[in-house]
């Protein structure tokens, strides 16, 4: 199976940061979010990735790319560690890249991996959206994939005051935390939606969904959304979500930017008592 990560999008929820460099490149203390995505993928087995960029993404590329001149430096300077570090970035799978001409959205953005992933069920990760847990999410979404061989979507339970951000979907329980998507509402007002089950970013998309993408109307912003293809697609296929094991961080929110880093700090041994520390010190100021 392949993946398919879009890291098209403006960030505009993270300006001024964002003006110059990909929001997929805010690191989590000295790792890329993008990083923790592709490292996912690998970690469920996928090893062909497809990134959707845009304009001002070339930051990625680099990123992924060998470094000669920084692998030379730390070569001559005996810095074994960190040069390790910089080649396994760059080993770590076959990456392609294509960009997305103009911002139509996020279904607009999986329709360019039409010729990528050919007439395959694929994997796909959004590049802001990491996921902390023992098995990585995306595994856990081929696991139901493989039971049901159909779309499978990660939901998460919203808060009632967060869940007009989300794409949220009506279900019935099939088994554990595995429910039967009934119908799918993009943004709903809190009072209009229909489950607390909002829609992360990942997905394991059969391929036709490029088809229901081709008949979805513009919606939201002038936006292809996914959410209105897999509506159409949903009439069509059975169609599941599953409440995952672990803990989502949109790191394109600021405020989730900020636990997710904490998160990630108490997760490093070289930080972990020194964070606490710090914490504890500051709570008893």
Same mark, same amino acid.
């Given at each position: 199976?392949?993946?398919?990560?879009?890291?098209?999008?403006?960030?505009?929820?993270?300006?001024?940061?964002?003006?110059?460099?990909?929001?997929?490149?805010?690191?989590?203390?000295?790792?890329?979010?993008?990083?923790?995505?592709?490292?996912?993928?690998?970690?469920?087995?996928?090893? /062909?990735?497809?990134?959707?960029?845009?304009?001002?993404?070339?930051?990625?590329? /680099?990123?992924?790319?060998?470094?000669?001149?920084?692998?030379?430096?730390?070569? &001559?300077?005996?810095?074994?560690?960190?040069?390790?570090?910089?080649?396994?970035?760059?080993?770590?799978?076959?990456?392609?890249? $294509?960009?997305?001409? &103009?911002?139509?959205? %996020?279904?607009?953005?999986?329709?360019?991996?039409?010729?990528?992933?050919?007439?395959?069920?694929?994997?796909?990760?959004?590049?802001?959206?990491?996921?902390?847990?023992?098995?990585?999410?995306?595994?856990?979404?081929?696991?139901?994939?493989?039971?049901?061989?159909?779309?499978?979507?990660?939901?998460?339970?919203?808060?009632?005051?967060?869940?007009?951000?989300?794409? *949220?979907?009506?279900?019935?329980?099939?088994?554990?935390?595995?429910?039967?998507?009934?119908? %799918? *509402?993009?943004?709903?007002?809190?009072?209009?939606?229909?489950?607390?089950?909002?829609?992360?970013?990942?997905?394991?998309?059969?391929?036709?969904?490029? /088809?229901?993408?081709?008949?979805?109307?513009?919606?939201?912003?002038?936006?292809?959304?996914?959410?209105?293809?897999?509506?159409?697609?949903?009439?069509?296929?059975?169609?599941?979500?599953?409440?995952?094991?672990?803990?989502?961080?949109?790191?394109?929110?600021?405020?989730?930017?900020?636990?997710?880093? $904490?998160?990630?700090?108490?997760?490093?041994?070289?930080?972990?008592?020194?964070?606490?520390?710090?914490?504890? &010190?500051?709570?008893? &100021?």
């Amino acid at each position: 199976m392949k993946a398919v990560i879009p890291a098209a999008g403006l960030g505009t929820r993270f300006l001024p940061a964002t003006k110059a460099q990909p929001k997929e490149m805010l690191p989590l203390i000295d790792k890329p979010a993008i990083q923790f995505v592709i490292e996912e993928a690998v970690e469920s087995g996928i090893d /062909d990735i497809l990134i959707i960029t845009g304009r001002g993404k070339r930051a990625i590329e /680099d990123h992924f790319d060998k470094s000669f001149e920084l692998e030379e430096v730390l070569k &001559e300077k005996n810095k074994r560690d960190l040069l390790k570090q910089i080649e396994e970035v760059s080993d770590l799978a076959d990456i392609h890249y $294509i960009r997305q001409r &103009e911002a139509k959205g %996020l279904g607009n953005a999986i329709y360019y991996a039409k010729k990528h992933v050919g007439n395959e069920p694929f994997a796909v990760l959004l590049g802001d959206d990491v996921v902390f847990c023992e098995k990585p999410c995306t595994r856990q979404l081929l696991d139901i994939h493989e039971k049901y061989k159909s779309t499978v979507i990660a939901v998460d339970q919203i808060g009632k005051d967060m869940i007009h951000n989300y794409g *949220v979907i009506d279900c019935e329980p099939v088994g554990n935390s595995i429910y039967r998507i009934k119908d %799918l *509402v993009e943004k709903p007002k809190a009072e209009d939606a229909p489950s607390n089950l909002g829609i992360i970013g990942r997905y394991i998309l059969t391929p036709e969904i490029f /088809d229901a993408i081709k008949r979805t109307a513009t919606g939201r912003g002038g936006e292809v959304q996914l959410t209105d293809a897999l509506r159409i697609l949903n009439r069509e296929q059975d169609m599941y979500a599953y409440d995952f094991e672990g803990v989502r961080y949109d790191l394109g929110n600021k405020l989730d930017y900020i636990r997710a880093t $904490i998160s990630y700090s108490l997760q490093r041994e070289e930080f972990r008592d020194s964070v606490l520390k710090y914490m504890k &010190e500051v709570l008893n &100021e």
